[in-house]
């Protein structure tokens, strides 16, 4: 199953080293991570896009927890919780396909941040499977280059 | 004051009451190196290989329950010391280790001696830490120490850069408790497991008390024996947990798991309740854990850490906290659940079936030692008191058989990482520790020969070891594991070209004696300890062919165990 952690951690140096080791040492698989500064700027915020079934989540979290420096661990995919990733991606954009290409971006609700005669570069933020989608629909002739940043998320509840 | 930040490494060690030190000399320490020389509160002890120095400061912690202090100077220092501080990890144990960086400007630069200490280290520490500032060394000391010595107990690293020993700051002691945000280990075991164990306690017919390192390490040893002094539930111990329980009791079935009794491995096997206390169903354990679930039985399962819990079996009753505290609280709780103690004289009839089987028995010979008979006479010679510290194959499995422990905190051993070489040097640690008691360190002539070097280190300190080498001129283990499941194929296994024991001892100031025939064992061995201020090194030729029984092989289940008596 894919899980979302979202961990609390001390902006301290090597931070962001010592979960990226532990996922490594221990086995566990690790989808995306992204890291960054939190309203709080004593404290970062990761979000790693993990898989497993419950026991290993179970463990996996305990683990992240018992280092030093993490401050709170929670599994968003147990929560009500919004997720959201920014894409960009570099398409080829020649001739006719140009037009259909700017259709695709209106319906998903892209926007194009990059214009060449033979290329488009477009971002887009959803969740994961609304990325998904978009790179189906784009086809794989069309998509040259993507870069994405990985999931981040927050729960729904008041606190 | 305003001082050096070498002196505030020493003075804030000091502060910390350090006794001693375990080290090593370099470029990287030297202003360290300068204050130790001008004060003489902390003892720096000198070994002659760091891996010795982390060996030693972590036994000194088994022996004492203090933290061990290790210093070793950059790069080659440091990694050496990588095996002792990974060794210490596995085991859980206290250490704090200081190493010297290079100048802060230098790193990066692949300096001379440089090494990426803290991102070689991280796995193998509970914590590490590169010092950035001066103002910065004796909070972050003190903070490793707290850390080491709290939850789960393990080693914690402070990388400190040569320039910054060199500044100055202001420096006063501080004993005001550490306050980390983001560390705080449970403490209070929760009210509602703690009542759903007590009523498994209560209703159980066929109930085990499986204890570990944890009991030991969390000083529970006491607790402990109440708590089965009250139930009567039988007791057994893994191998980091020996002597957590008086081997002494009749309610003791010895050891458990891969070389375990087969009382013990039955009894974990077919109980209706367990109580697992700070012991970690390691796979040496419980072997297949597949295996292990098929019957079924409750698991109460208490450990500070979590992650222990249900991490390789899954746990009905799972009480997070303290060991002393919890098995405190089922004791007064008990005494209300529980105030007389079932007889579970089916249980017992079913236990005693399996002991008569004396699993541990073994046929002597007239013209060849007998690995067990030599700790059987250590143990005699000793009266069973002594600090044995084990190296790692054959001969620590019969030392931990053959050798019972009534007391926590005197059988020492690298059992999570099973490092060969550990045994000597813990032996220097522990008789630094206990400069009085008898120390006997049980060795085989492979592992020996991995930090040898500390014979050295135990001629300047006067260090009376007694050191026992089963000489079977075999890697013993290796050999056995060859002879099951290798068809017999010998690989790389045989001990060619050893040294002459007797006279490498001498060679280093030491005694060495020569034990080749049993009937010279009992009256060697007397001799041996009648030397009370020497190091005596027991060459001891014993049988190369013996294997250790009984044994449930890798990835087998407990109840199917290999008995002597099955060849
Ligand atoms: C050659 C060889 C053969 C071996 N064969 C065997 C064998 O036959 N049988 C055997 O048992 N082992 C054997 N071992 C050892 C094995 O590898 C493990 O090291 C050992 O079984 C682990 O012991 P433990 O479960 O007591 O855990 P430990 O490693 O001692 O862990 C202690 C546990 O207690 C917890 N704890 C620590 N302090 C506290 C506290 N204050 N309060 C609460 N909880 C605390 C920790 O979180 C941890 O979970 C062998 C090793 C070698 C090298
Ligand atoms: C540093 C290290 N290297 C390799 C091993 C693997 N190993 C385990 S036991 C053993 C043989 C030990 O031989 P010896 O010290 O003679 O003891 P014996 O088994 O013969 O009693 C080896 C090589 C280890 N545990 N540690
Ligand atoms: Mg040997």
Partial sequence: MRRILSILIENQP????????????????????????????????????THGNDATTEQITKQVNKLIEVYKVIDITEEKHVERELMIVKVRAAGEGREEIKRLVDIFRAVIINVTPKTYIIQITGNQQKLNSFITALGNSAILEIARTGACGLTRLDK | MNITGAEIVVRTL??????????????AVLFIYDEIFKQNKVKHILVRHEQGAAHAADAYSRSTGSPGVCLVTSGPGLTNAVTGIATAYMDSIPLVVISGQVPSHAIGQDAFQEADTVGITRSCTKYNVLVQRVEDIAPLIRQAFHIAQTGRPGPVLVDIPKDITAQIAAYAPDKSPIVMRSYNPVAKANKQQIKRALQLIKNAKRPMIYTGGGVILGNAAAELTKFADKTKFPVTNTLMGLGGYPANKKQFLGMLGMHGTYEANMAMQYCDVLLAIGARFDDRVIGDPTHFAREKRQIIHADIDPSSISKRVAVDVPIVGYIDDILKELNSGIAASLPEPKPLAEWWKQIDGWRAKKCMNYKKATRIIKP??????????????????????????????????????RWINSGGLGTMGFGLPAAMGVQLAHPKAQVACV????????????????????????????????????????????????????????PDFVTLAESFGHVGIRIEHPKDLKAGIKHA????????????LTDPTENVYPMVAAGKGLSEMVLAEDL
């Fill in chain 2, 372 to 409: 067990q008979q030599v700790i059987e006479a250590l143990h005699e010679e000793t009266r069973g008191d002594a600090f044995v510290t084990s190296d790692v194959g054959q001969h620590q499995m019969w030392a931990a058989q053959y050798y019972p422990f009534n007391k926590p905190r």
């Fill in chain 2, 443 to 498: 060795t085989g002539e492979a592992s020996i020969m991995m930090c040898i070097q500390e014979l050295s280190t135990c001629k300047q300190y006067r260090l009376p070891l007694k050191i026992i080498n089963l000489n079977n001129r075999y890697m013993g283990m290796v050999r056995q594991w060859q002879e099951f499941f290798h068809g017999n194929r010998y690989a790389e296994s045989y001990m060619d070209a050893l």
């Fill in chain 2, 14 to 27: 000091q502060e910390l009451n350090v006794s001693h030190i375990f080290g090593y000399p370099g470029g």
């Fill in chain 2, 529 to 540: 300890f009648a030397q009370k201020d020497k190091l005596v090194f027991l060459d001891i």
């Fill in chain 1, 14 to 49: 090597g931070a962001l080293s010592r979960v990226a080791n532990l996922f490594s040492a221990r086995g566990y698989n690790i989808e995306s991570l992204t890291v960054a500064p939190t309203e709080d700027s004593t404290l970062s915020r990761m979000t790693v896009v």
